[in-house]
């Protein structure tokens, strides 16, 4: 079980947007602003879309954007892509002693 | 452009101990985090460890005393061994950049990744 839960599955249409939940506790999400969001294409390394909250790293598409209210964190994207069908792990500073946790992923499927 | 590549032996017998290097270009390992994370087939990331180019280290207490990672600045590698292995250390494993841009929570970028399977 992930210490972080995440939709297992989301899906959506080009041209549409999708928000994938990220939830996690007051130890992690609710109490730190250092959650990130990963993008990994199936047989691909995992790569950084979104740090602290809501900062997209240089040469990540404004498409992607993240927010967190209370313990839940989410990343949106907007005017989906056929590429951007992939899995999507959020990520967490945590102030346990295992000090970074991950969600559990979730597949996006763009029909 | 910082580049990770990962490498190691691919099959490891079970109780020993897996042993694995990347290799950073493109830009020094001094003053940095580097980090190993492990993902099992079909399944999520769980982020093992971190090494700074001094040696100081933090690793997952989920491992129990099993990881121990070092760093060789002059050959710009650092390194992860983890002992006493099972099935369930089966993963593929990556290596990737703690760039601390506000903190030393995310990671950018990563090695392709390298998959290490337990097995007699």
């Known amino acids: 079980q992930s210490a972080l839960t995440q939709p297992a599955s989301v899906s959506g249409s080009p041209g549409q947007s999708i928000t994938i939940s990220c939830t996690g506790t007051s130890s992690d999400i609710g109490d730190y602003n250092f959650v990130s969001w990963y993008q990994q294409h199936p047989g691909k390394a995992p790569k950084l879309m979104i740090y602290d909250v809501s900062n997209r790293p240089s040469g990540i598409s404004n498409r992607f954007s993240g927010s967190k209210f209370g313990n839940t964190a989410s990343l949106t994207i907007s005017g989906l892509q056929v590429e951007d069908e992939a899995e999507y792990y959020c990520s967490s500073y945590t102030s346990r002693s295992i000090y970074l946790i991950f969600g559990g992923g979730t597949s996006l499927t763009v029909l | 452009q910082v580049q990770l590549q990962e490498s190691g032996p691919g099959l490891v017998k079970p109780s020993e101990t897996l042993s694995l290097t990347c290799a950073v270009s493109?830009?020094?390992?001094?003053?940095?985090?580097w980090s190993w994370i492990r993902q099992p087939p079909g399944k999520g990331l769980e982020w093992i460890g971190y090494?700074?180019?001094?040696?100081?280290?933090n690793y997952n207490p989920s491992l129990k005393g099993r990881v121990t990672m070092s760093v060789d600045t002059s050959k710009n590698q650092f390194f992860l061994k983890l002992s006493s292995v099972t099935a369930a250390d089966t993963a593929v494993y990556f290596c990737?950049?703690?760039?601390?841009?506000?903190?030393?929570?995310?990671?950018?970028?990563w090695g392709q990744g390298t998959l290490v399977t337990v097995s007699s």
């Open positions: 493109g830009d020094s390992i001094n003053g940095y985090y």
């Open positions: 090494i700074h180019s001094t040696g100081t280290t």
């Open positions: 990737a950049k703690l760039p601390c841009i506000t903190s030393c929570v995310q990671f950018d970028p």
